[in-house]
């Protein structure tokens, strides 16, 4: 939890971004074409394709994969401050939407599969002024206890806003 002030005197409570579980598939992936490319430098092919270039490649691929992971992660921010939650989205142009705390009237938690099994899941926070969520955290993880934060942070809100 970082808690360093930010504008207005505002607390960043949390901030985060996508589940490095969410990406699984591709980790097991990188490890499986580095796997193979040291299997294509320690052992001849039955094929004319020379060891290393096949290495090459295969490394390439990881590396290529590896980065659409770094990127995907980079281009998503979410962030719970004290006053309001977040999500920014893009890394040359920017996106964002923010619900102010105390206008959040609904947090729909959604956790399905393996995913959910492991605490990642999608929130969605939403006021009364529309249908819609207007701030959405993909598949975050830790997401029931960040639901419950920021009840808290709008409990504690309630009782100061009535003193």
């Known amino acids: 939890m970082n808690t360093s002030p ?11 971004s996508v589940s490095q579980w969410h990406y ?7 490890v499986l074409f580095l796997a ?8 001849p092919l039955p094929f004319p394709v020379p060891g290393p270039t096949v290495a090459a490649v295969l490394a390439g691929v990881a590396l290529v ?6 990127i995907d992660r980079a281009r998503r921010t979410y962030t ?8 920014e ?11 102010r705390l105390h206008d959040v009237r609904s947090i729909n938690l959604t956790m ?17 002024a529309t249908d819609d969520a207007e701030v959405v955290f993909w598949n ?3 997401a029931e206890g960040l639901r419950d934060q920021v009840r808290g942070l709008q409990t504690r809100g309630d009782v100061a806003n009535h003193e």
């Open 24 to 30: 699984a598939g591709r980790w097991l992936l990188i």
């Open 36 to 43: 193979g490319a040291v299997a294509a430098l320690i052992h």
């Open 6 to 16: 930010t504008i207005a005197g505002e607390q960043i409570i949390w901030k985060g």
């Open 112 to 128: 399905k599969g393996i995913s959910g099994i492991f605490g990642i899941g999608r929130l969605e926070f939403s006021s009364a």
């Open 80 to 87: 719970i401050t004290d006053h309001r939650i977040s999500t």
């Open 65 to 70: 994969l590896l980065l659409t992971v770094f």
């Open 140 to 142: 975050v993880g830790g």
């Open 89 to 99: 989205f893009g890394i040359i142009s920017k996106q964002s939407n923010e619900i």
